[in-house]
Structures are given as structure tokens and as C-alpha cells.
């Protein structure tokens, strides 16, 4: 998986075309969430993390594709973004981090949600 993000960041179109075909038949492969999780919480690139954390963000986007995992995947990947929020270093991972983290609290906290406690506890460790 981080060679495929690897290869889309490259300044050559055809490099670019060939790597969005690999990750659309990557997607289509059940464990493709937990690959980009894998990719953003070791990769030693930064904008590699960080298009990991804007992937899953979309992928998440819609409530439907949220649900469809079960409570513990979605609490692995719940505590896997928290724990990557804390440890990262750099600012513009950190961003896409929180807007994942922002998508997925839209899920978890709405009507259809499990709560997400630990989010709430780290929002006010931050703060207080």
C-alpha cells in the first residue's frame, strides 16, 4: 500500500494513472483499511502518512461505508487515529488526522453511534 501512495505522488502522469488503477483493486480488497491504518501510523514519509489519513477520511465520508464495519474494527480504528493524533509530529498529518478524526465522530456521535468516550477525554486533556 505505501508504495501504491508512494507512486501517486510522483510528478509523472502515467506513473499517476498506473497507481490509481493498483488503488482502486486495492480498495475492492477487504483489508484495505487496515493497510492505510498500517501505512499511517509507520511510514517514514510524511506525505504518505498523510494521504493515508485523506483516504481514509473519504472513505468514511458517508455514514453507509462507517457502518458497515463492525464495533470492534471500528473501535480498533477509532483508537488507532487517537493514538496517531498524539504521537505525530508533524503539523500537516496532524491536520488530516483530526479531519479523519472530525468524520468519524460525525458518525460515532449521531444518532446511530456508539459514543466515542475516548475522544471526549482527550479533547478535554488538551484543553484543561
Not at 13 to 32: S, Y
Not at 56 to 69: A, H, I, M, V
Request: hydrophobic share 45%; aromatic share 4%.
Amino acid at each position: 500500500m505505501e508504495a501504491i501512495l508512494g507512486r501517486l505522488l510522483q510528478p509523472d502522469n502515467e506513473v499517476i494513472k498506473a497507481a490509481t488503477g493498483d488503488l482502486r483493486a486495492a480498495f475492492k480488497q477487504p483489508g484495505v483499511i487496515s493497510e492505510l491504518c498500517g501505512v499511517l501510523g509507520s511510514s517514514q514519509q510524511v506525505q504518505i502518512r498523510q494521504y493515508a489519513a485523506v483516504l481514509l477520511r473519504k472513505k468514511f465520508s458517508k455514514s453507509g461505508s462507517w457502518l458497515k464495519f463492525s464495533q470492534v474494527d471500528r473501535d480498533q480504528l477509532k483508537s488507532g487515529c487517537v493514538a496517531s493524533l498524539v504521537a505525530e509530529q508533524e503539523k500537516s498529518v496532524r491536520n488530516a488526522l483530526a479531519q479523519l478524526i472530525g468524520t468519524l465522530a460525525k458518525h460515532e456521535l449521531g444518532q446511530r453511534g456508539a459514543g466515542w468516550p475516548e475522544l471526549l477525554q482527550l479533547v478535554l486533556a488538551k484543553v484543561g
